[in-house]
């Protein structure tokens, strides 16, 4: 569906697998989307779909709670199992003398009728066990890593010393050399951090900046 303010809401449904895939394309972000699967009340995945990352996405879905709540789909909601505070309209229902306890929720409150709703529950190891999994599966091989941390950096440090070079030749000035340098470790900071979406290696940064620093005072006592 599509609200009022123009976001698109999604859900899907795999009653076999009891999965369910929410998704929510939202306007005031240029339509970037957000995504979370979820099977029997856990949580397996959550993510940007429009950058492709692992993102916590409970502030993008928790403010359309109330629109999922209203899916027609029992089973459905079952399966969500509260996640992001979405649970099925509230209906009064007449309570016996047997009944009065326990019966405040749609849900049910102990793990008796489990097998009854198709529910399986996670113990603590094994919950311990998929996270350790997901997070081995997110950060990737080694190789992967490798290729993305430090032959970025090394590209960096090749790409930033051959400019450094270039100014040089052309000006034969310490100062602006020295500059040039600093200005560039900066650069490759904010690379890293609001581009690449990683840690800043400070080990890159502070060669430039020392070097720069280095050059700067040479050029500017000396000559």
Same mark, same amino acid.
């Given at each position: 569906?599509?609200?009022?303010?123009?976001?698109?809401?999604?859900?899907? !449904?795999? &009653?076999?697998?009891?999965?369910v895939r929410l998704a929510v394309e939202i306007k005031e972000e240029k339509g970037r989307i957000y995504a979370a699967t979820v099977?029997? $009340?856990?949580?397996?995945?959550?993510?940007?779909?429009?950058?492709?990352?692992? #993102?916590?996405?409970?502030?993008?879905?928790?403010?359309? %709670?109330?629109?999922?709540? =209203?899916?027609? @789909?029992? @089973?459905?909601?079952?399966?969500i199992g509260g996640c992001y505070d979405i649970f099925p309209p509230f209906v009064p229902e007449p309570l016996d003398r047997e009944? %009065?306890?326990? %019966?405040? +929720?749609? !849900?049910?409150?102990?793990?008796?009728?489990?097998?009854?709703f198709g529910i399986v529950r996670e113990t603590r190891f094994q919950r311990w066990r998929r996270e350790r999994r997901e997070a081995?599966?997110?950060?990737?091989?080694?190789?992967?890593? &490798?290729?993305?941390?430090?032959?970025?950096?090394?590209?960096?440090?090749?790409? *930033? !010393?051959?400019?450094? #070079?270039?100014?040089?030749? =052309? #000006?034969?000035?310490?100062?602006?050399?020295?500059?040039?340098?600093? $200005?560039?470790?900066?650069?490759?900071?904010?690379?890293?951090?609001?581009? %690449?979406?990683?840690?800043?290696?400070? =080990?890159?940064?502070?060669?430039?900046?020392?070097? *720069? +620093?280095?050059?700067?005072?040479?050029?500017?006592?000396?000559?």
């Amino acid at each position: 569906m599509e609200t009022a303010l123009g976001d698109v809401l999604e859900a899907e !449904f795999n &009653f076999h697998e009891r999965l369910v895939r929410l998704a929510v394309e939202i306007k005031e972000e240029k339509g970037r989307i957000y995504a979370a699967t979820v099977r029997n $009340g856990t949580v397996l995945q959550e993510k940007d779909v429009s950058s492709g990352r692992a #993102y916590p996405v409970f502030r993008k879905l928790w403010p359309f %709670r109330d629109y999922f709540s =209203t899916l027609p @789909d029992q @089973d459905l909601l079952a399966s969500i199992g509260g996640c992001y505070d979405i649970f099925p309209p509230f209906v009064p229902e007449p309570l016996d003398r047997e009944g %009065r306890e326990g %019966r405040g +929720s749609r !849900f049910p409150s102990s793990t008796r009728y489990d097998s009854v709703f198709g529910i399986v529950r996670e113990t603590r190891f094994q919950r311990w066990r998929r996270e350790r999994r997901e997070a081995r599966k997110a950060r990737g091989s080694l190789w992967t890593r &490798f290729k993305r941390r430090v032959l970025g950096d090394l590209q960096d440090l090749s790409l *930033g !010393f051959g400019l450094a #070079y270039l100014i040089y030749i =052309t #000006y034969y000035d310490y100062v602006i050399l020295g500059w040039t340098l600093a $200005g560039l470790g900066m650069a490759a900071g904010l690379l890293d951090f609001l581009v %690449r979406k990683r840690s800043v290696l400070f =080990t890159k940064v502070l060669s430039f900046l020392s070097l *720069g +620093s280095y050059f700067f005072y040479n050029g500017y006592v000396y000559f």
